[in-house]
């Protein structure tokens, strides 16, 4: 068995492929450091890194260790943290945003399971618009906010939901009747632009710049919020990619929603200041996580004429 200063140590120094350093985090020597590491190879029988003058590298076995153990050692912390939160109790007020309504409707889940598992919080909800969302984060005026991906300059929990993208055209526009669309079609049709308020890389994931091909990406008219967006694909003032939920939670008769499976996926997740992270923040992340996970399938029993236990079907 390894012991956990051990293991702190193996995995700082995976990170951080520099003794110095990894001995200045862990509040050791260097040579304190590289004992440890050299008592580990010992006990496995073989390298975990290569050391040169000039650099130090995982060998594949150590880098398969190191992969193997990261996810049970922040298992372990979390649970110790889930526990202490417990005894401690998790109280105060959180603002919790979302953009859109998938988002909406994964935050309401959470609140829900954060309501049930600690009455004494009390959570404020705002729902962010497309020029303000990543404002409302970095200037503190939500706690924490449910988005869209990628968001750079934040905390970024875990993935609550992935959706394919769909590309948003007028009802009258010539893809139309096609059963699917490449992202090379955006180069044949103004794009409605998303505020310059959003991260570049927020608006360039969506929006390329240029088609997987190379050409250039024409733009269209910008738009502050998603109705606003829909609006202006409606009047056929471009097109916009959009995440596969915004044809069940936004169909118009006058827009028609295309597959385009080329397109990276939208991804969903929850999103805040490293300054402002509290425990209340992270459990508000776990219930998160846990509402959106899918629920298991209802296992069937039927009664077995021979026994008297129900066996499953």
């Not at 906010?145 to 934040?154: C, D, R, Y």
């Not at 007028?170 to 049709?189: C, F, I, K, M």
């Not at 399938?297 to 066996?311: F, I, K, L, S």
Request: with cysteine; glycine share 8%.
């Amino acid at each position: 068995m390894l012991e956990r200063a051990e293991v702190e140590v193996l995995l700082t120094l995976a990170k951080e492929l520099h003794f110095g350093r990894t001995a200045e985090q862990m509040r050791l020597t260097t040579g304190q450091v590289s004992r440890i590491v050299k008592r580990l190879e010992r006990r496995i029988g073989a390298d975990l890194f290569v050391r040169t003058s000039r650099a130090v590298a995982l060998t594949p076995i150590g880098a398969s260790l190191v992969g193997e153990l990261t996810p049970h050692v922040a298992g372990i912390d979390n649970a110790v943290r889930r526990a202490i939160e417990a005894a401690r109790g998790i109280s105060g007020m959180l603002r919790a945003g979302f953009l859109g309504a998938a988002a909406g409707q994964l935050l309401l889940k959470a609140v829900a399971r954060m309501g049930a598992r600690y009455p004494d919080c009390e959570i404020h909800i705002h729902e962010a618009q497309v020029h303000d969302a990543y404002e409302r984060v970095f200037g503190g005026t939500v706690d924490v906010l449910i988005t869209a991906l990628p968001v750079h300059g934040v905390r970024v929990g875990p993935v609550l939901l992935s959706e394919p993208q769909l590309l948003a055209v007028p009802l009258d526009h010539p893809l139309v009747g096609q059963a699917e669309v490449t992202r090379e079609v955006l180069a044949d049709h103004p794009v409605v632009q998303m505020p310059d308020t959003l991260p570049e890389e927020t608006r360039l994931y969506r929006i390329p710049a240029t088609t997987p091909s190379g050409r250039p990406v024409p733009l269209g008219p910008k738009a502050d919020t998603f109705p606003e967006i829909l609006a202006l694909v409606a009047t056929g003032k471009g097109v916009f990619p959009v995440g596969e939920h915004a044809a069940r939670f936004y169909p118009r008769p006058d827009i028609v929603y295309l597959p385009m499976p080329d397109a990276p996926p939208v991804r969903w997740a929850p999103v805040w200041l490293a300054a402002n992270e509290t425990a209340l923040v992270r459990a508000f992340a776990d219930c998160a996580v846990e509402a959106a996970a899918p629920a298991p399938p209802r296992q069937e029993h039927v009664a077995d004429p021979g026994n008297t236990r129900a066996r499953p079907r």
